[in-house]
């Protein structure tokens, strides 16, 4: 039962141009979300959250949405550069339910190209 | 050191084989997680320490994982009679406290032959 889905596996931008990767969850307990960049052989790196008391996150080039009702969230990056690059990953934590102490539910990623 | 280490990088393994994979979180981190990426896929729970404590070991997919952490400190994930599902990167965090914004290791990739 995957809880969190990267509908998209891959994605292919222009550079200057707006990405928007976007992910779905299923369960109602999820309170907060992440999103993670990661480039071959690291760990992923942290990029921007979103608790669900609000609808937007905004950091420099990157804008996180959440529509709590429709159980979505998209990350967009404005504007794109090449050293974007990269798998990006939605993950999703309950703050209550036995799990508050941070237990991450990852999507599958989305690849990020960006051409010059 | 700076960030989460994990050592070996890369670790070939026969099937059968008993393997330990090490974690080096940042210092002080009171928050270690171990995540489980297999090729193509999200990173997916395995367990959780606070301090010394296994708080929460539901990810483990089986009796033949362990993980242990008897200092608080370094943890150790040993994976006995390893199979060839259990090849895939293996994952460390840690996070100076409770809750979900930690900072990963490069992570070990492990390969059942």
């Known amino acids: 039962d995957q809880q969190v889905k990267q509908n998209s596996p891959s994605l292919s931008v222009q550079e200057g141009r707006i990405s928007i990767l976007n992910c779905d969850y299923t369960?109602?307990?999820?309170?907060?979300f992440l999103w993670y960049k990661k480039y071959p052989a690291e760990g992923p790196t942290f990029l921007i959250s979103?608790?669900?008391?609000?609808d937007k996150n905004e950091d420099g080039r990157f804008t996180v949405f959440l529509n709590k009702s429709a159980k979505h969230l998209s990350l967009h990056i404005v504007p794109s550069q090449p050293g974007d690059s990269a798998v990006y990953f939605c993950?999703?934590?309950?703050?209550?339910?036995?799990?508050?102490?941070?237990?991450?539910?990852f999507g599958q990623g989305t690849i990020l190209t960006v051409h010059p | 050191g700076a960030g989460v280490s994990q050592s070996p990088r890369y670790k070939v393994a026969k099937r059968g084989q008993d393997v330990a994979l090490r974690c080096d979180p940042i210092?002080?981190?009171?928050?270690l997680f171990w995540y489980q990426q297999a090729l193509g896929q999200g990173p997916e729970f395995l367990t959780y320490f606070q301090n010394e404590a296994q708080l929460d070991k539901s990810g483990l997919p089986s009796d033949r994982f362990f993980a242990e952490r008897p200092e608080g400190s370094v943890s150790t994930l040993k994976i006995q009679r390893t199979q060839q599902e259990d090849s895939a990167v293996y994952l460390c965090?840690?996070?100076?406290?409770?809750?979900?914004?930690?900072?990963f290791g490069s992570g070990t990739r492990l390969t059942v032959v």
């Open positions: 979103i608790s669900s008391i609000k």
């Open positions: 369960n109602s307990m999820f309170d907060y």
């Open positions: 965090a840690s996070s100076k406290t409770t809750g979900p914004g930690y900072t």
């Open positions: 210092s002080g981190h009171v928050s």
């Open positions: 993950a999703a934590s309950a703050s209550s339910g036995g799990t508050s102490y941070g237990k991450l539910t």
